[in-house]
């Protein structure tokens, strides 16, 4: 009998068959050239050349430094917020409104500004990065804190727990679902904003790589460093998971 696993490899490598097939389908039927969807073999090379002769290495450490430390930084930062912000009262009706409107501002147009305050090295992605990842975790940490068992609170108080204890025992262990499920959201947008990030100003990276190939119109290496930052989104979200179940081994994540 098959594992879960084997069934999500199976199935993946299905997938990637059928789009194979429909990628070098389309280039024969619509007669299609290079430099709007290059042959499949090209693309190949183009992966040869970047992840095993190491072309891109340097790129994808640049690009996976700023989006792990933008993620690290917006997670604790929105962890430590959010859980004030559902505690204190007075607190919530000071920040959320302000935290609301920051995120209503598309980041493509805050990525220019930090860039100008602090210049186009890895500062400015991890800022960016930071910003983009703080949002859905910080929701989520009100959410989870918020929504505590209230039998479990009220048997703590009436024991004469403090507010302190019954935050560390109850509400904030009830809220590692939510605050982790934010998180798998917040690895993806860590991409998305280093790569904005990088499009706009960058001396290297991925996104770096992709502008600069897409002025000479070699689709080729663009679909190479785009699989890679797939690649490293994929494993980033496994990554989270894995400490998801750890976290919470009862619950399938």
């Given amino acids: 009998m098959m594992t879960d696993s084997l069934k999500t490899i ?6 990637l068959a059928v789009c194979a097939l429909a990628w070098e389908g389309a280039i024969r039927i619509f007669a299609l050239p290079p430099f709007v969807l290059p042959p499949l073999s090209a693309v190949g090379q183009a992966l040869y050349q970047g992840w095993v002769v190491g072309t ?3 790129h994808a450490l640049f690009t996976l430094q700023g989006a792990a430390a933008g993620l690290v930084i917006g997670v604790v930062v929105a962890i430590v917020l959010g859980a004030l912000v559902a505690e204190i009262r007075p607190l919530a009706l000071a920040v959320y409104p302000l935290v ?3 995120q ?3 980041t493509v147009a805050i990525a220019p500004l930090i860039v100008v305050y602090l210049g186009i090295g890895l500062p400015s992605k991890i800022a960016t990065v930071a910003l983009l990842c703080f949002f859905p975790v910080f929701v989520n940490t009100i959410v989870g804190v918020r929504g505590a068992n ?4 009220d048997l703590y108080r009436a024991f004469g727990a ?7 025992d109850v509400k904030l262990p009830g809220a590692v679902d939510s605050i982790m499920a934010g998180i798998q959201i917040a690895v993806v947008l860590a991409f998305v904003g280093c790569v904005v990030s990088e499009f706009i100003a960058s001396p290297k990276g991925l996104g770096h790589i992709v502008k600069t190939f897409a002025s000479d119109l070699n689709v080729s290496v663009m679909f190479a460093a785009i699989i890679g930052l797939g690649v490293l989104g994929a494993l980033a ?4 998971r894995a400490a998801h179940r750890a976290l919470v081994p009862w619950r399938r994540s």
């Fill in 237 to 240: 979200a496994a990554l989270i």
């Fill in 56 to 58: 891109l290495y340097e």
């Fill in 100 to 102: 609301i409107a920051t």
């Fill in 104 to 106: 209503s501002m598309p």
């Fill in 10 to 15: 199976l199935a993946t490598l299905t997938t």
């Fill in 150 to 153: 209230p039998a479990l609170v």
């Fill in 162 to 168: 403090s507010r302190t204890r019954i935050f560390l």
